[in-house]
């Protein structure tokens, strides 16, 4: 082999062919390793050379053929190392074309990304838009996966359990309770307190762990709007708890009639997007089609609701027999579908005729006071002290506005008491008040005269005070 040290060094063979010496050099590179099962000797230099020698006649045939073969062998062994460059050079075209695939695949993934994230934008658009306008009033569940459920916490809850001190349990039972000076932990224990205090935990064989899911459940699943909030939520069912006690109703009623009254007023307005039913009606949302313009927003908290109950560990009615659920659940749902306000003349007319000769042992008689009941907690903003009730006025017409504005951009009709531009706080409530609270609360009045002083006098000074600012309102617009 030649000397050099380089395995890519050029190559020299040296012969001896009878006598004469042949130099065979190899510019291609090529490693030693490709001859040198044929070729090994180290010392292959001018002074000691592999040779080909010339023999006999009788062994010329047999030895000129391995003679032949060998070179053969060593001629392909050559050929092998002069195309390693090609090969090399194929290689290396090779690896580029991978990687150049390689680069175009993993564009095109970026780009099979973002069309799934363009054609997930175009279904919520379409499913928000409910087949006709742009009604982009998502709600958190989208119905048209039958199989989805709520995933609320699965873990133990983690809010602390308040100590309520005396002073506290007092005034949740009183419709003065001031609801804004509790954060969402605090009002989370006050609801089970309320559930511990009625006797519900006992009375449905309630797993505590499991009404404390069940409530954080709810809390999760009501929005951050300015009024249909948690807060809201919890200022219903407070008041409800409070008429529950302010007009003796254990002692008229029963305690599962009690559990349907509190859990219909904790579950009243689940997951409510902020946007009226007259908007979902006029912009043909999922809701509205879904549930065919027929209360769609009650009927959608009424269905997160249940969906809620169904998860086991948030199922505070388990324990109950099937029979006996089944009408908790039919009631429930028949109270959270009369708070809509569309309905309101309907069910205040039901109860008129009812209420003169009213029977607490009539099934038809009582259905209709918890439907009134609920609605009274509802909309019972303006019994509270000023303090408590005002800011609700301003956290409703904020939602109001953004409705407003939205059904203005989208050319959708406008209802006056909605509109920024016609409404004034005072106009907002002297009307609401006088047809539509004092009415209601002055007829429950006939049957519990014991919420005149609490509940029907403060609504009638609400009244005089905003027909005060009305009249400071029209002055000031005169000058």
């Known amino acids: 082999m ?29 490693s030693p390793c490709d001859i040198k099962e044929l070729l090994c000797s180290s010392s ?4 000691s050379l592999y040779k080909v020698i010339s023999l006999s006649t009788g062994q010329l045939g ?34 580029a074309m991978l990687e150049k695939r390689v680069e175009l695949e993993g564009l095109k993934v970026v780009e099979i990304e973002k069309c799934k994230n363009d054609l997930k934008k175009l ?29 609320p916490r699965r873990d133990v809850p983690s809010y602390p359990k308040y100590t309520l001190s ?9 419709p003065t309770f001031d609801v804004w000076h509790w954060e969402h932990n605090e009002m989370l224990s006050c609801l ?6 009625l006797g519900l935990v006992k009375e449905f064989n309630m797993n505590p762990i499991t009404l404390k899911r069940w409530l954080l459940g709810i809390q999760e699943n009501y929005r951050s709007n300015p009024f249909h909030n948690f807060r809201h939520c919890f200022c219903v069912s407070q008041m409800m708890y409070g008429m529950i006690n302010l007009c003796n109703l254990p002692e008229k009623m029963t305690l599962t009639d009690m559990g349907i009254l509190m859990t219909a007023a904790v579950c009243h307005d689940l997951d409510h997007p902020g946007y009226n039913n007259t908007y979902q009606i006029n912009a043909r949302t999922e809701l509205a089609v879904r549930y065919n313009d027929i209360s769609p927003l009650e009927n959608h908290h009424c269905a997160v609701a249940f969906q809620i109950l169904s998860l086991p560990e948030c ?25 809509d306000m569309a309905r309101h003349g309907e069910i205040l007319d039901s109860f008129k005729h009812k209420v003169d000769s009213f029977d607490f042992t009539n099934e038809e008689h009582v259905t209709c006071l918890k439907m009134v009941l609920i609605k009274c907690c509802d909309i019972s903003n303006e019994v509270r002290p ?32 909605m509109d920024r531009d016609k409404v004034t706080k005072p106009t907002a409530q002297i009307g609401f008040i006088k047809f539509v609270l004092i009415p209601m609360f002055e007829t429950v009045l006939k049957l519990f005269p014991q919420i005149e002083e609490i509940m029907v006098q403060p609504l009638r000074d609400s009244r005089d005070h905003y027909e005060e600012l009305k009249q400071i309102d029209d002055a000031m617009t005169e000058v």
């Open 44 to 47: 292959n230099i001018p002074s």
């Open 386 to 417: 000023t303090e408590v009730a005002e800011p609700w006025v301003d956290c409703l017409l904020e939602e109001y506005f953004m409705q407003s504005d939205r059904e203005k951009t989208e050319g959708l009709p406008v209802a006056p008491f």
């Open 2 to 30: 030649g000397s050099s040290s380089s395995s890519y060094a050029p190559k020299t063979i040296y012969l001896d062919v009878d006598g004469k010496v042949q130099k065979v050099v190899f510019s291609r590179h090529c």
């Open 123 to 151: 279904r919520d658009e379409m499913t928000s838009r409910g087949g006709g306008r742009v009604g982009n009033c998502p709600c958190k569940y989208n119905f048209s996966d039958d199989g989805k459920k709520l995933n």
């Open 192 to 197: 089970e307190y309320m559930y511990h205090d």
């Open 62 to 95: 047999e030895k000129e053929d391995m003679f032949q073969n060998v070179l053969s062998q060593v001629a392909e062994q050559f050929s092998r190392a002069f195309r390693i460059n090609e090969l090399k050079t194929e290689v290396t075209n090779r690896l």
């Open 166 to 174: 005396q002073e506290t349990i007092e005034a949740l039972k009183k």
């Open 315 to 339: 199922n505070i009615f388990a324990n109950v027999e099937l029979e006996a659920y089944k009408q908790i659940r039919q009631a429930i749902i028949t109270l959270i579908l009369a708070t």
